[in-house]
Nanobody
Framework: QVQVVESGGGLVQAGGSLRLSCAAS????????MGWFRQAPGKEREFVAA???????YYAVSVKGRFTTSRDNAKNMVYLQMTSLRPDDTADYYC???????????????????WGQGTQVTVSS
């Protein structure tokens, strides 16, 4: 069982920045593709960003150019740097982990094996 823990959420004004972190308790972390998703109240969980085991990235259109995801396999960490935040970025943000031997990125939440509890991001106008 892989434990995934997000941190770094909070309240920020529109135009501001936040960096979310995701820690995974798995010695073979480098074999896990990672993804960031978000869920606003009353809405379905939606894809934000994904990073492959080799560091390839893929972003939702709504965040491309504003958000950047990266990983540090030595620390079992994945990050989501969020800039130019907007009120419609307000949501609970979740980190997912998927065991894989391929270099793909995954934007379907059903693809992921493990999830964290989420961290709340609120962007005020």
């Amino acid at each position: 069982q892989v434990q995934v823990v997000e941190s770094g959420g909070g309240l920020v004004q529109a135009g501001g920045s936040l960096r979310l972190s995701c820690a995974a308790s798995e010695r073979t972390f480098s074999n896990y593709a990672m993804g960031w998703f978000r869920q606003a109240p009353g809405k379905e969980r939606e894809f934000v960003a994904a990073i492959s085991i080799r560091g390839g990235t893929y972003y939702a259109v709504s965040v491309k150019g504003r958000f950047t995801t990266s990983r540090d396999n030595a620390k079992n960490m994945v990050y989501l740097q969020m800039t130019s935040l907007r009120p419609d970025d307000t949501a609970d943000y979740y980190c997912g982990a998927k065991f894989t031997r391929t270099i793909g990125v995954y934007y379907n939440p059903a693809s992921y094996d493990y999830w964290g509890q989420g961290t709340q991001v609120t962007v005020s106008s």
